[in-house]
């Protein structure tokens, strides 16, 4: 195994965004190449009561300790408010309590990067989508999406997103694939870690695209609107 100052370079990642999570656990090897040691999948609505112990017990299924760990990586969103926040304490928990260096990956560009694609799309509900052109995301209803210029290709994996994309882009080629996964997120942000990318652990936040109800139908400003 290719070592760093005779340590595993090792590296663990959380996504807990969508309607099912998970946790991978990877090795970079001689040749480069990561070497997926284990995965955990978690169905969505448990990860409060079950992403810790599903890592705790993927480094053990390994013979890993956190303190053996080179880096970690979670994905920070878009995706669900309660997901985004449960996988970003857990992962900036870890990582403070070993000093480990951490990154944040956008779920949209774990999916591009996956695919070899420009473009990517997730249901955000409510009629809108969160989207993914080129180097840019927000969240696009109506008319965002009637505003952005169409690719050529996009990558969806939930079919309300396409069933939206096939009304307001109808000559846009839809690509359906697997929704991405913690694996999909390490082979993304390892290498970016190794080239010495980092976040701030005090100043990291989700990548939510989109306010919370708390912060939209707390602000008298939107009293009486329909929340869509």
């Known amino acids: ?46 990860f409060s009561a079950t992403l810790i112990t599903a890592i705790g017990e993927l480094l053990s299924e390994a013979g890993v300790k956190l303190k053996d760990l080179t880096g970690l990586i979670v994905v920070n969103g878009p995706g669900s408010f309660t997901g985004v926040r449960v996988g970003l304490s857990a992962v900036k928990g870890l990582a403070e309590a070993e000093g480990l260096p951490l990154l944040a990956v956008s779920r949209l560009e774990v999916m ?22 080129g180097e840019g995301e927000l969240l696009a209803g109506a008319e965002e999406l009637a505003a952005v210029t169409a690719p050529q290709r996009i990558a969806v994996c939930d079919d309300r997103a ?8 109808p000559q846009c080629e839809i690509l359906r694939v697997a929704a991405p996964t913690a694996a999909d997120a390490l082979k993304l942000g390892a290498p970016r870690l190794l080239a010495g990318e980092r976040a701030d652990v005090a100043l990291l936040d989700g990548h939510y695209l989109r306010r919370s109800d708390a912060e939209i139908f707390g602000d008298p400003a939107n009293a009486g609107k329909p929340r869509g």
């Open 112 to 133: 591009t990067a996956t695919h070899a694609i420009s473009a990517a799309a997730l249901d955000a509900h409510r009629h809108e989508l969160f989207l993914r052109v």
């Open 1 to 46: 195994m290719e070592e760093n100052n005779g340590k595993r370079i090792l590296f663990l990642a959380v996504d807990s965004c969508g309607e099912s999570g998970g946790c991978a656990l990877a090795e970079h090897n001689k040749r480069g190449v990561f070497s997926l040691l284990g995965e955990k999948h978690l169905e969505g609505r448990s």
């Open 162 to 169: 396409t069933e939206l994309l096939s009304q307001a882009w």
